[in-house]
């Protein structure tokens, strides 16, 4: 279930991006006043405003455009609405199934959903931690030469969305929770590269979120 409205989301998130970048570009053929008027304003205030133009002809250049830019505001809020619909929805979903997933820092929604969603096709091959870092790509590679040895690297395989959710985990707490801040900080003076610090946040990161699904992963509801 929580699959099947992600795929409506993100699709919809897309094209609703689409729409902005269009209209922005659209409106550099607006008349003078009308882009003076539209500057420094929010997506959602230009949307708003231009939605609530009022063309009444179709003779010039400046009539066609109106109507061009009341269109493309019109879709962008319509597909706002709906994203804004969709994740109320998901976020239901993800709550009944799985609360854990969202009380640790950094862990929203959108990243619990993708991670019911990565557990939920593969339960059979989620028997320990290190399968589900290796279901995400997370799991460390050697990458050893003739010069160096005991170095790792990143791994670039496995569920691409389950590894970018735990990636955007990990950044928001690089930035915001205090403990990885200083962790980061501890492992820089000790030498570790930026791509090292953040596989081993990874790893952390996956950890603790298998120790939050296994409970419930044998529940019919986390079945995505």
Known sequence: MIRQLKVAHDTGVKVRSAAMITLKAMLIHAPEQLRHDMANKTQIMLARHLAALRPTTLQ?????IRHTLRSLARRWQYLYAEATELEAMIKDLVTRTAPQLVE??????????EILIGVGDNPERIRSEAALAKLAGISPLPASSGMTSGRQRINHGGHRQLNAAIYHTV??????????????ARR??????????IRCLKRYVIRE??????????VPQITS
């Open 171 to 184: 950044i928001v707490r690089i930035r915001f929770h205090q403990p990885t801040i200083d962790y980061v």
């Open 209 to 218: 979120v298998y120790h939050l699904v296994v409970p419930a992963k044998n």
């Open 60 to 64: 010039t250049p400046d009539d066609s």
């Open 188 to 197: 820089t003076a000790q030498g570790l590269s930026k791509r090292d610090i």
């Open 104 to 113: 640790p820092f950094g862990i929203g929604v959108d990243t619990a959903a």
